[in-house]
């Protein structure tokens, strides 16, 4: 399968742990977006690289969340003490620079106890 | 900031045409994007138009883009259980493409 994978599927956290969440996008895919998805909602945008720089972050993305992508290959994102409003689903979207396609793995569904 | 208004719900017969409407406010979006999303699944690209485009045509998909009303739609013939999901609107553009999403129209189709 060359398609975007995230990995784990599914996080169960209590409140105040950290987490990390990886993606790993199709191969050699420039760009790499984190969104997150929350119930009854479209996803809402976080952050986006392209390569290895993170060239955007939204107001969403509070000092708790980090993320990167060290090699410009996969990345990882980071929510240190969570909280029960951190309970979302999280999405990765790969597309290649000359292109406008995005495709999206298959999420990572966290909820915050 | 941008903003994606979808109807809520659409239900249809097998067999039927399905059409999702979708209204944006930002005129510059450069891309408009459909994407399907079932059950515990991630979303998948239906179709995407260009902004100098009025219409766009794949196999059983349609799309329809009126720039000056800034309106979208999804049309769909020959409506399949198969079929039935939440279809998302989004809008991109700009120098990182980031999406914006609509809420999503649940689309049931019944036998």
Avoid at chain 2, 1 to 12: A, T, Y
Wanted: charged letters at 20%; proline letters at 4%; glycine letters at 8%.
């Amino acid at each position: 399968d060359t398609g975007v994978s995230q990995d784990p599927r599914h996080k169960i956290t209590k409140r105040g742990q950290n987490v990390t969440f990886r993606c790993d996008p199709i191969s050699e895919h420039n760009r790499l977006y984190w969104y997150r998805q929350t119930l009854g909602q479209g996803p809402e945008f976080l952050t986006y690289f392209q390569n290895e720089a993170q060239l955007e972050k939204s107001r969403l993305l509070s000092d708790r969340f980090s993320a990167e992508r060290p090699k410009g290959s996969f990345s990882t994102l980071e929510i240190q003490r969570t909280e029960q409003g951190d309970s979302a689903m999280y999405l990765c979207a790969s597309s290649p620079l000359a292109y406008n396609e995005q495709f999206f793995g298959p999420g990572t569904r966290l909820t915050v106890l | 900031g941008e903003d994606v208004e979808q109807s809520l719900f659409l239900s249809v017969r097998e067999g039927d045409s399905s059409v999702i409407n979708c209204t944006y406010t930002d005129s510059s979006s450069t891309y408009l994007y459909w994407y399907k999303q079932e059950p515990g699944a991630g979303l998948q690209l239906l179709t995407y138009i260009f902004s100098n485009m009025d219409m766009k045509q794949d196999q059983r998909l349609t799309v329809l883009l009126n720039k000056k009303d800034k309106h979208l739609s999804l049309r769909i013939a020959d409506t399949q259980t198969g079929d039935s999901a939440i279809y998302f609107c989004a809008a991109g553009g700009g120098a990182t493409n980031k999406l914006i999403f609509g809420t999503g129209t649940l689309l049931a189709v019944q036998p």
